[in-house]
């Protein structure tokens, strides 16, 4: 019979091999008490008074009846955690109910199973759960046999969040490890089924954030979620499955989830749009919201409902962005309409030529050609988007000689083309009209013939 190979100990139930003379299971007893002292040490060093009554490190046990148990019971309530352990990320690494709950999972008698003086917990107090799974995640040591990948600093950085802050103060409806994870059935964040899944985080947020009601004893308007529904950004995620589309940990970060302060917001946005942030640095407005202590992206973009931007923000005339700061007259009213008719004068000449090639290419004409001068000034449109952010009318009008060279080139192909469609068509009426000629006189000659 193949012995058991034990698992690092989670309470005092899990007790490995249970052979009294086997010399080897002593050693494996030794070292397992050893990893619970040090693993609890760790734990209340780290979690203070709240990991007082929150057992160690879990591992695999000798025997796991609460799953066989639970599974037997009539009430759902009851049930339903042994149910949903079929897909726990923790119970395929051998954790078990005990790892978190404590008692004596290798016990069928309840009162054994669920003695309290074997550290067994029932339902865990908000307050006690934060540091129950920093037991496990914040020891680098114990987390290298299961997930070196993952960083041991979430408990740390959860104590640092408006959530932490605010649970340390005795606020129990604050966000905890369970909010967001689940507490049974918990599945790694790279599961499409987990509601920490981009595609599902922004739910997962909104439960809370979506709800006005709760949010207001917080000061926060409660509509974030509404917002974020509106964005270029959610319309990426849901309708292009672009998971890469920022959604609100990627602001606002995952453990130590905070407000984005004014001075550090342009930072989160700067690390996607690299190049716009390089050219807002570059322009005189850094500074200028600097000192008026405004917010720099979110302050033309929004924050939330990032809408897809357009080249109609630019000026000052009504629902145009640069009209908040600047009136008509000044100079930055005066490099606005600068901007605007570069932009303008790119889509004009733009639109025209692909109009042009695209009816040479109904005609049946290849342009080939003419596309890839399209493209190159599509490109150059795009970078000369970029380029606002720099608010210089001289780098726009740069970019914009380049659009309307292109643009110019395949225009001037499409013309090309006209010409040769006329030339074809031209050849074309003179076949058929000596084609015609050819078979009148013919006509003629066979009734002369006849005649004769």
């Known amino acids: 019979m193949t012995p058991r190979r034990p698992g690092p100990a989670c309470h005092p139930g899990n007790r490995g091999p249970r052979s009294t003379n086997d010399p080897r299971a002593a050693v494996v007893r030794l070292g397992t008490l050893a990893i619970v002292a040090v693993a609890l040490g760790a734990a209340v060093a780290a979690a203070g008074p709240l990991a007082a009554s929150v057992v160690g490190p879990p591992g695999k046990s000798a025997a796991d009846r609460c799953t066989a148990c639970h599974r037997e019971l009539d009430e759902a309530r009851l049930q339903a955690p042994a149910l949903a352990v079929g897909n726990d990320t923790h119970h395929a690494q051998g954790v078990t ?22 550290g067994f917990l029932g339902k865990l107090e908000p307050t006690q759960v934060p540091a129950m799974c920093g037991s496990c995640h914040s020891d680098a040591s114990f987390m290298l046999r299961y997930a070196p990948n993952i960083p041991t600093d ?23 490890c369970s909010s967001c994870h689940g507490a049974h059935g918990v599945l790694p964040p790279s599961d499409a089924r987990s509601p920490v899944y981009p595609s599902r985080i922004v739910e997962t947020c909104g439960a809370c954030h979506g709800d006005a009601t709760l949010m ?36 606002h970060g995952s453990h130590g989830a905070t407000p984005p302060g004014i001075s550090s917001v342009s930072n989160v946005c700067g690390t996607c749009h690299l190049t716009q942030r390089e050219r807002f640095d570059e322009s005189p407005h850094k500074e200028a919201f600097a000192a008026i202590e405004q917010p720099a992206c979110e302050a033309c973009h929004s924050n939330h409902a990032v809408l897809s931007p357009s080249d109609a923000w630019i000026g000052v005339g009504q629902g145009q962005v640069c009209g908040s700061c600047h009136a008509a007259g000044d100079a930055g009213a005066a490099a606005a309409e600068s901007v605007a008719a570069a932009l303008a004068r790119m889509h004009e000449r733009l639109v025209a030529a692909e109009a042009r090639v695209k009816k040479a290419e109904r005609a049946g004409m290849l342009m080939e050609e003419a596309q890839v001068k399209l493209e190159e000034a599509h490109q150059g449109v795009v970078l000369a988007q970029v380029e606002i952010h720099s608010v210089d009318p001289a780098r726009v009008e740069t970019q914009a000689k380049e659009v309307l060279a292109a643009a110019g080139v395949a225009d001037g192909l499409a013309a090309a083309a006209e010409g040769e469609i006329r030339f074809r068509r031209t050849g074309l009426f003179v076949s058929l009209a000596v084609i015609a000629l050819a078979m009148v006189a013919l006509i003629l000659k066979i009734r002369r013939m006849e005649r004769a």
């Open 97 to 118: 109910c005990a790892g978190c709950h404590g008692g004596d999972p290798t016990s069928d008698e309840p009162e054994v199973a669920m003695d309290p003086k074997k």
């Open 154 to 176: 979430q408990l740390a950085q959860y104590r640092t969040s408006k959530h932490g802050q605010a649970l340390a103060k005795g606020d129990v409806k604050v966000a905890v």
């Open 216 to 251: 207001a004893r917080y000061g926060i308007k409660g509509d974030e979620l509404a917002e974020y529904k509106k964005s270029v950004h959610y319309a990426a995620l849901t309708q292009k499955n672009d998971l890469s589309a920022p959604t609100c940990n990627d602001c």
